[in-house]
T-cell receptor, first 112, second 113 residues
Framework: AQSVTQLDSQVPVFEEAPVELRCNYS??????LFWYVQYPNQGLQLLLK??????LVKGINGFEAEFNKSQTSFHLRKPSVHISDTAEYFC??????????FGTGTRLKVLA | DVKVTQSSRYLVKRTGEKVFLECVQD?????MFWYRQDPGLGLRLIYF???????EKGDIPEGYSVSREKKERFSLILESASTNQTSMYLC????????????FGNGTRLTVT
């Protein structure tokens, strides 16, 4: 069965510091990978996606992620965070038709 | 841009009431989904629909039903609301089953008292 693990439930980081949010997945089939962001009391917004091709994927708001097949990881990074990046971030995989699996989320708290 | 609209942002209902959550998408997407979001549990799939009048159970369908009479509209129904159905409900759509990504609405926060 497919699964997605986000190891950190909360990540505090100071403004302008770099951040990495970790995501590991398990799947016996080829996958599509996604990161979504959720601001308070809103739905999920797509940050970036990996479907094929280059393993380094760039998304909106300066975020990027790297697909590592050997380590089954898809970690999200940003070199310098802003207060406005405070939100919850979800990693997800699509491992078959219709079946999206989401991680439990990582709350990023950017401190002034 | 794809727009997925959920009719209510906040709802408060009493135990035992029948509750309808409505979702509309404007991009002629084939697939629509209902998720439930709870702290520490992430998103869990309740039901999805891959065509008009077609539906499939997700991981937690108990206590819920759905209706898709038109392609753009997907309704989630709580036949008899219970307090353990207090949650954030998210609707999403995708072009086809194998064509990501999912596009989400803004969510409906339902409180059952």
């Amino acid at each position: 069965a497919q699964s997605v693990t986000q190891l950190d439930s909360q990540v505090p980081v100071f403004e302008e510091a770099p951040v990495e949010l970790r995501c590991n997945y398990s799947s016996s089939v080829s996958v599509y990978l996604f990161w979504y962001v959720q601001y308070p009391n809103q739905g999920l917004q797509l940050l970036l996606k990996y479907l094929s091709g280059s393993t380094l994927v760039k998304g909106i708001n300066g975020f990027e992620a790297e697909f590592n097949k050997s380590q089954t990881s898809f970690h999200l990074r940003k070199p310098s965070v802003h207060i406005s990046d405070t939100a919850e971030y979800f990693c997800a995989v699509l491992g078959g038709t219709y079946k999206y699996i989401f991680g439990t989320g990582t709350r990023l708290k950017v401190l002034a | 841009d794809v727009k997925v609209t959920q009719s209510s942002r906040y709802l408060v209902k009493r135990t035992g009431e029948k509750v309808f959550l409505e979702c509309v998408q404007d991009m002629d997407h084939e697939n629509m989904f209902w998720y439930r979001q709870d702290p520490g549990l992430g998103l869990r799939l309740i039901y999805f629909s891959y065509d008009v009048k077609m539906k499939e159970k997700g991981d937690i369908p108990e206590g819920y039903s759905v209706s898709r009479e038109k392609k753009e509209r997907f309704s989630l129904i709580l036949e008899s609301a219970s307090t353990n159905q207090t949650s954030m409900y998210l609707c999403a759509s995708s072009l086809t089953g194998s064509t990501p990504p999912l596009h989400f609405g803004n969510g409906t926060r339902l409180t059952v008292t």
